[in-house]
């Protein structure tokens, strides 16, 4: 280890303790507007659904093709319904069927209905563009006896939908309607399946709606029962619009309630519109643009080489933050944009849930992952109950656990019967939480971390202490369990997902118990078991195994549960040769047939510093399985694939993993230039960084908490000039090669540049007007 002296400089702007001036990189001098508009979505062809439904791929039009709009509670999504007729979809994303106990029908996320645009005359010309950076679309449809203009959005903080025209002609008159969709599970319509007391007689899961019309006023009154009688109802959902025309214009105001009482949701509505029929208009988009204006500038900051990604990136922003906000609930598979036939209409946790939730902290966007967080701990009894609800594990009071699949209250019981169809997963818990202790670690929160986190944990790593057993060399072993769809049989003791879960779980307790100086009376237990916990199962020909007794021998399987020790866990070490072979080995056969197979390789790739090969993979996803609107199908939407390749480029730009932060490590050749503002990486540092003609040439890290900072950049040590915004002398070590180590303090901002490159701060990366746009248009067709 050698010890170096970077000389402070003396430039513009920041001043730290000792009054050093430094000009700091910041976000604040981006062209927000101009920046974003670059990334908008435009249609000059809007597309219609297939008429009947379909169970694979190949559906890229209409649903996936519509301009997607939301609020976290509330969503849109506008599209063709069939020729001359255009269909904005409503959804409500906590609108469920309230049947017990728990089932993929009886828990359904339900489909509300669509508004229907039938204009006057034929259509000749249809265009609209969605702005990211107002969070609205706009457009038009030109028909032989008039124009219609038009302008829609979902407001960012009231739920309403707001759909606005300006029209010229005959088309003053245009159709304006809603259209109720039946009240059952989207599972029943895409397998034509209704399980044996879900529906009664007719083949009816809830009774009909009811709509009352009172001049410009409008509700659909929807009752969800609790029995296919229809004599009890749990709750009433309303749709509910209000029409207003002045000369040639319209503007339609709509919301949706829901409540236990009838009465109670329908004067909800009312005064809901009500009181938006009291705001001037101008009012109402000034503060939903300003929400959508201040959200950006919160995040992180990334600009790509390449249009597609960069565009993509930023789609993904808009996207999330359209379907989860704090105080919503969390994100399904649908998110607040549902369908009405797709099998998958609940919450998966033993993939989805945690893809959807893997980027928002290096993105800076860890507030927008809380409700997950929030809704764990506050049904933390009902995951207790997963566990002491079956048979024999009544006493289990200690542990907890996440099942395949179950709705808002995460309660689902898991019964150990299921290891016989690889379903007994046990370790989705201990994933899922895994997410949770890196947005704890990287924001500094140590009172979540202490008073949410640990006890989530402990009782999910408990789990593991109830069906441990231990083999004849004294290891701890685990019985049959599950390594998610490899196989519809046991998959066989010691599966590598599981073992990952846990001994990654086991890990992050003992730092918990360091880092906050709990002292926990299971501290010594907890050492133990991970001391003494099998090694992972490998075989030296065909790589990690799925189990103890099962080879990892179908490679085109799609889920990644084998390979958690490489990722997201990074147990292995790349540096070490011996761990290297056994990783490319396992990851090279590995050969994923679905996009977040993908993705998921990719971020090993971007991991293990093969960034071409990385990129390749996400070309794949890029050009197979994303759709027009950057949606994702699997026989229905499921919304955890383009999010996780969020994860995948972060792993491009930045890598934190093993307590080092890691700058354009995963970057492909193909990106001489790139540039990114305020990653947030674990140990609370904000990063900053520009790469140009192959090479990094400015790297920043704002420390929030005064943490020790180990930075691996590509710089020669020998041109490594490191500056701080508070001492005249900043004091780092070499740590390797291309590793330097240094202390900070809270708030310090300290720059790490090449003597031989001027500076060269983040900027957004230009790029030609033929680039614009990917996105958006339904004449676009995966390939």
Same mark, same amino acid.
């Given at each position: 280890?050698?010890? +170096? ?19 700091? *990189? ?41 301009? =997607? ?16 007729? /255009?269909? =904005? ?60 203009? &038009?302008?829609?959005?979902?407001? *960012? ?54 709509? =009352? ?101 930023? *789609? ?102 299921? *290891? ?22 990287? +924001? ?41 769809? /490899? ?72 889920? +990644?549960?084998?390979?958690?020790? =490489? ?57 197979? &399985? ?58 609370? &540092? ?11 040439? &400015? ?85």
């Amino acid at each position: 280890m050698n010890l +170096y002296v970077g000389l402070l400089l003396s430039v513009a702007m920041l001043c730290g303790s000792c009054g050093s001036p430094m000009k700091k *990189a910041v976000t604040d001098d981006i062209d927000w507007k101009t920046f974003l508009a670059q990334h908008d979505m435009y249609w000059s062809k809007i597309t219609a659904d297939p008429t009947e439904p379909k169970r694979d791929f190949g559906q890229s039009t209409g649903y996936y093709a519509g301009a =997607i709009m939301g609020n976290g509670l509330l969503g849109t999504n506008l599209y063709k319904l069939r020729d001359n007729v /255009y269909r =904005i979809n409503v959804g409500r994303s906590d609108v469920t069927e309230v049947r017990q106990p728990y089932s993929l029908y009886n828990s359904a996320r339900l489909p509300i209905g669509y508004f229907t645009i039938a204009p006057k005359g034929m259509v000749s010309e249809e265009e609209m563009r969605l702005s990211l950076y107002d969070a609205e679309t706009a457009g038009h449809f030109t028909t032989e006896v008039g124009r219609m203009n &038009f302008r829609t959005y979902v407001h *960012a903080t009231r739920n309403v939908i707001v759909f606005e025209s300006d029209c010229v002609g005959e088309e003053m008159d245009y159709d304006w309607d809603f259209v109720p969709q039946e009240a059952i599970s989207p599972r029943s319509i895409i397998n034509n399946d209704y399980p044996l007391g879900y529906v009664n007689s007719l083949h009816h899961s809830n009774p009909a709606p009811e709509r =009352i019309d009172e001049g410009d006023w409008h509700f659909v009154i929807q009752p969800l029962a609790l029995d296919t009688t229809f004599t009890n109802i749990g709750k009433y959902y309303v749709m509910a619009w209000n029409q207003i025309s002045e000369g040639s214009r319209q503007r339609i105001l709509a919301t949706v309630t829901q409540q236990p009482d009838k009465d109670a949701a329908l004067n909800e509505a009312r005064q809901l519109l009500q009181n938006e029929l009291d705001v001037k208009e101008s009012k109402r988009t000034s503060t939903h643009r300003d929400w959508w204006h201040n959200f950006y500038s919160r995040a992180a900051f990334l600009t790509f080489p390449d249009m597609k990604y960069e565009s993509f990136y930023w *789609a993904q922003y808009y996207k999330f933050a359209s379907t989860a906000r704090p105080g919503c609930p969390i994100v399904d598979l649908m998110g607040v944009w549902p369908n009405y036939d797709t099998p998958w209409p609940a919450i998966w946790m033993n993939l989805n849930i945690q893809l959807t939730y893997s980027w928002q902290t290096k993105a800076n966007l860890g507030w927008l992952a809380q409700p997950l967080w929030d809704g764990l701990y506050a049904y933390r009894d009902n995951l207790c109950r997963n566990v002491t609800d079956i048979t024999g594990q009544e006493g289990w009071t200690d542990a907890a656990c996440l099942p395949r699949t179950c709705t808002y209250d995460f309660h689902a019981p898991l019964n150990p019967a299921l *290891a016989n169809v690889n379903q007994y997963e046990v370790g989705n818990l201990a994933w899922t939480l895994h997410y949770y202790w890196l947005q704890c670690n990287a +924001y500094g929160d140590k009172e979540q971390m202490r008073e949410r986190l640990f006890p989530l944990l402990k009782s999910a790593v408990n789990m593991f202490f109830h069906i441990r057993q231990k083999n004849v060399d004294g290891k701890y072993v685990l019985p049959p369990t599950a390594s998610p769809e /490899y196989t519809g049989e046991c998959a066989g003791p010691n599966t590598n997902y599981d073992l990952a879960n846990l001994r990654q779980g086991l890990a992050t307790l003992l730092r918990i118990d360091d880092e906050c100086g709990i002292n926990d009376p299971m501290r010594a237990q907890w050492q133990d078991f991970l001391d003494n916990l099998t090694d992972f199962p490998y075989n030296d020909q065909t790589g990690f195994k799925v189990s103890d007794t099962l080879e990892f021998l179908d490679t085109s399987h799609r889920h +990644y549960s084998h390979l958690f020790m =490489i990722y997201p866990y990074y147990m292995l070490r790349w540096d070490n040769p011996a761990d290297r072979a056994r990783m490319e080995l396992s990851i090279d056969r590995w050969q994923g047939n679905q996009g977040y197979s993908r993705t998921g390789k990719a971020a090993m790739l971007a991991a293990a510093g093969r960034g071409d090969d990385a990129l390749e993979q996400m070309e794949v996803f890029m050009r197979r &399985f994303l759709m027009p609107n950057t949606l994702y199908a699997e026989s229905g939407p499921v919304i955890e694939t383009p999010l996780a390749a969020m994860s995948s480029l972060h792993e491009f730009y930045m890598q934190d993993w093993g307590d080092c932060i890691r700058v354009f490590g995963g970057v492909p050749s193909r990106w001489p230039d790139a540039s990114f503002m305020n990653m947030r990486a674990q140990g609370a &540092f904000l990063v900053s960084a520009t790469r140009e003609a192959g090479a990094t040439v &400015f790297v920043q890290v704002e420390s929030e908490q005064g943490n020790t900072c180990k930075l691996q950049t590509d710089i020669p040590m020998e041109r490594v000039k490191v500056v701080s915004s508070c001492t005249d002398v900043k004091t780092f070590y070499s740590v390797d090669e291309h590793v330097i180590c240094f202390e900070t303090v809270p708030g310090e901002v300290i720059q790490v540049t090449d003597m031989a490159s001027p500076y060269v701060y983040p900027h957004p990366l230009a790029h030609s007007e033929s680039e614009t746009m990917p996105f958006g248009d339904g004449v676009r067709q995966p390939k």
